[in-house]
T-cell receptor, first 114, second 113 residues
Framework: KNQVEQSPQSLIILEGKNCTLQ??????????LRWYKQDTGRGPVSLTI?????NTKSNGRYTATLDADTKQSSLHITASQLSDSASYIC?????????????FGRGTQLTVWP | EADIYQTPRYLVIGTGKKITLECSQT?????MYWYQQDPGMELHLIHY???????EKGDLSSESTVSRIRTEHFPLTLESARPSHTSQYLC????????????FGPGTRLTVL
């Protein structure tokens, strides 16, 4: 069964600190992995996308890594800001259908305190 | 910021009412999607469309229906709302390719009393 598991479920950090969010998946055949940021009451916004051959991708203070052998990904946030408070969702796409079906994790709820 | 819009943003209605959630995108995307999301849970695909006059049911069974008469418009209708339909509904769109990024609207928070 295709699944995406994220940890931790929630995380509280102080402004300026770094943090790392984890994602494990069993989706096969694998196409790509995205990290989305979802602010409360808003739709998700794509942060990074990685294909099988990529093992790291950065977008400003966000750096995603991918280990396709162990089927694990992480999202590292550097020098956190209050605006980073949001849910971070790991999304894996398969290449077994023309739709490009997406499998969503439940997200990690990050809270940044001043 | 993606050019995909949803209205209304919030809706509180009584049981038995018919409702239509609107979704429009101005990016010329062929594919459009409707997801349902409960607090703290993952998104579930309930409907999708490859293009005009194409609609398919998603992974999660839903009593809602959709239509795709125009490329830019993908409304979702509930003929008779029930409290079990209370949820957040997110619309998304993407280009034709199977690996293209899906862009999400802001969502409609539906509460059925």
């Amino acid at each position: 069964k295709n699944q995406v598991e994220q940890s931790p479920q929630s995380l509280i950090i102080l402004e300026g600190k770094n943090c790392t969010l984890q994602c494990n998946y069993t989706v096969s055949p694998f196409s790509n992995l995205r990290w989305y940021k979802q602010d409360t009451g808003r739709g998700p916004v794509s942060l990074t996308i990685m294909t099988f051959s990529e093992n790291t991708k950065s977008n400003g203070r966000y750096t995603a890594t991918l280990d396709a052998d162990t089927k694990q990904s992480s999202l590292h946030i550097t020098a956190s800001q209050l605006s980073d408070s949001a849910s971070y969702i790991c999304v894996v796409s398969d290449r077994g259908s023309t739709l490009g079906r997406l499998y969503f994790g439940r997200g990690t709820q990050l809270t940044v305190w001043p | 910021e993606a050019d995909i819009y949803q209205t209304p943003r919030y809706l509180v209605i009584g049981t038995g009412k018919k409702i239509t959630l609107e979704c429009s995108q101005t990016m010329g995307h062929d594919k459009m999607y409707w997801y349902q999301q409960d607090p703290g849970m993952e998104l579930h695909l309930i409907h999708y469309s490859y293009g005009v006059n194409s609609t398919e049911k998603g992974d999660l069974s839903s009593e809602s229906t959709v239509s795709r008469i125009r490329t830019e418009h993908f409304p979702l209708t509930l003929e008779s709302a029930r409290p079990s339909h209370t949820s957040q509904y997110l619309c998304a769109s993407s280009k034709r390719g199977s690996t293209d990024t899906q862009y999400f609207g802001p969502g409609t928070r539906l509460t059925v009393l």
